[in-house]
């Protein structure tokens, strides 16, 4: 199972563009790279989903390297409400055959004023 | 509105009471998960229901006890519960467990204390 490691927490200004990396150096070659945020109380939303090279949503952008070893979640000109755990995830299929994810501690970003 | 609803949103037991979480998905999906988050942890999962049939039990103790009765709904059975489960319990959906190009839906959860 891919794990996933990205920074613990983030500061950045409203207006801004941030941008959260997630090694995931066991990546196989059937896993998809997700991405989640989660407000306090309340459950994980999917933001983005990608495979390789660029993604890009509504949203938010998933930059994707040849060799998948990491990916880059790009958030444009955040604001207030921005602030949130942002997750990385490697959806893998397990023994049993089915999708297995593991969330890791994810990135805490605090957007600031 | 994700799609996945879970009651109660609140829930404050004793140890030796018996209650249950209900959650219900609006997606058409076949798979649905339950998953735990204590204070300070990465979400935990719980159990795996495909098709209505239990995939993955993630070494969750029997004082938990998941039900699927269709596809649409998920039940998790609380009974004698100790204080180290209070959490954030998380129900999710996805259209089928052996598709990685479809992520999770998430609901909101329950936040579970007990006394």
Known sequence: LAKTTQPISMDSYEGQEVNITCSHNNIATNDYITWYQQFPSQGPRFIIQGYKTKVKNEVASLFIPADRKSSTLSLPRVSLSDT?????????????????????????LQVIP | ETGVTQTPRHLVMGMTNKK????????????????????????????????????????????????????????????????????????????????????QHFGDGTRLSIL
């Open chain 1, 84 to 108: 949130a755990v942002y997750y990385c995830l490697v959806g893998t299929m397990n023994s049993g055959g089915y999708q297995k994810v593991t969330f890791g501690t994810g990135t805490k």
């Open chain 2, 20 to 103: 249950s979480l209900k959650c219900e998905q609006h997606l058409g999906h076949n798979a649905m998960y339950w998953y735990k988050q204590s204070a300070k942890k990465p979400l935990e999962l719980m159990f795996v229901y495909n098709f209505k049939e239990q995939t993955e039990n993630n070494s969750v103790p029997s004082r938990f006890s998941p039900e699927c009765p269709n596809s649409s709904h998920l039940f998790l059975h609380l009974h004698t519960l100790q204080p180290e489960d209070s959490a954030l319990y998380l129900c999710a959906s996805s259209p089928s467990t052996a598709d990685l190009s479809q992520p």
